[in-house]
């Protein structure tokens, strides 16, 4: 069962109600169901038993640190982009020789902390990069583990913002040079070559683009083979889409049946970076409704919560499933469901057919865990929401609502200035 269902017209969290939790934290509130999260890591790893298999969380997706604890307890690793997320994820307890980093702008003092925590490989995606990491690993005479991120040229059929393995993405470096790029890190005595990786685009819902970057991949495996130059790991990046309205994503167990059989036998360990997947159903944004207000054009329902709390409407067209916390009726209206903010993206939802919802009711954003909170700005000067998780059957305020003291904490007035 999905952990946010209706009971008697009530939403409730794994057998808590969702209304009586907000009357505590207030709102807006992202609240994260913690077993949600560990289903979806087990029917992952067990759709993969199968294969040599590892599956390290895209900590971007959703980087609490509750929910980067709980991943690495079921001994997950983490897909970090950033020093702030290699912070996060040892935070967190992930052990470094699970940790794998990508991103095409790595900075030297990124590259240090990461050798220096010696994680388990660069994904390296650039030829720059690289020469950048072999610099930062001689001076701290250390050895860098890298694994170059290929392009593979292949449309995910996702949208555009989230495409990354097209030719004309920022992304990796082109698979048809790629046995050129192996060859040079090969005579880099700062460097080991350990595995190649692939990140095709996100939200995707066939198993096709996944099948023919496998096969990309894998012939390029095979002949850095012949080349003397073998990889240990083979990293399929994320991806795997999930329904947020009416899409029907491959499950993992669809995924694995279309993979496996072309990899199974072959000599490499195969990572993951489920973020989505993992995260994106596990959390709800709860908003409350401060206003109807109809205007000659348009009903609007304006919520507590903004564009800097949500801004995956804005940024990919998204949807997002909306319902009220508890149920009002049969009387259904047309809407536009927006947000606070002074900007006309901020919407979470247009023409939306709703329930007749009126002042001070609460409203549920669904499948908000996966790039919601940490997507969030303090834009309009909005103290970003509260995160709470449900664990068994207690709920824990795993992110303290921010205050008007966060918003200026960092800030300095020039002394002698007028
Ligand atoms: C964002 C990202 C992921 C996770 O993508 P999802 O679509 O959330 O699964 C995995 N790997 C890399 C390199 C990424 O940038």
Sequence with gaps: MCAFAYQDD????????????????????????????????????????????????????????????TLARLGAGADIVSGGELYQALAAGFSPEKIVFAGVGKTEEEIAYAL????????????????????????????????????????????????????????????????????????????EIVGMQVHIGSQITTVEPFVEAVEKVLKLAYSLQEMGLPVKYIDLGGGLGITYKDEKPPTPRDLAQAIIPLIKGSPYQFIFEPGRYIAGNAGILVT????LKETPAKKFVIVDAGMNDLS?????????????????????MIVD??????????????????????????????????????????????????????????????????????????EKLPKNES
């Design 10 to 69: 009530e939403l409730y969290c794994d057998g808590l109600k969702v209304k009586e939790i907000v009357a505590e934290t207030g709102t807006p509130c992202y609240l994260y169901s913690q077993k949600t999260l560990i289903d979806n890591y087990a029917a992952f790893d067990e759709a993969f038993a199968a294969i040599n298999h590892m599956i390290c969380y895209a900590v971007k997706t959703n980087s609490n640190l509750a929910v980067l604890r």
């Design 288 to 291: 409350r409704v401060l206003y």
């Design 337 to 410: 469901v927006v947000g606070p903010i002074c900007e006309s993206g901020d919407y979470f939802a247009r023409k939306r057919s709703l329930p007749a919802v009126q002042q001070g009711d609460l409203l549920a954003i669904f499948n908000a865990g996966a790039y919601g909170f940490s997507m969030s700005s303090n834009y309009n000067a909005r103290p970003r929401a509260c995160e709470v998780m449900v664990i068994k059957d207690k709920y824990h305020i795993v992110r303290e609502r921010e205050t008007y003291e966060d918003l200026v904490k960092k």
């Design 116 to 191: 220096k925590n010696d994680i388990l490989m660069f994904n390296v995606e650039s030829m720059p990069e690289l020469e950048l990491i072999s610099t930062v690993a001689k001076a701290l005479k250390r050895i860098a583990r890298i694994s170059f991120r290929v392009n593979p040229d292949i449309n995910p059929k996702t949208h555009h913002h989230i495409s990354t393995g097209l030719a004309q993405n920022k992304f990796g470096i082109s698979i048809n040079h790629a046995e050129e790029a192996y060859q040079e890190a090969s005579t880099n005595k700062f460097l």
């Design 312 to 332: 995956r409407p804005v940024l990919y067209d998204a949807y997002h499933e909306i319902r009220p916390v508890e149920k009002v009726g049969n009387n259904e």
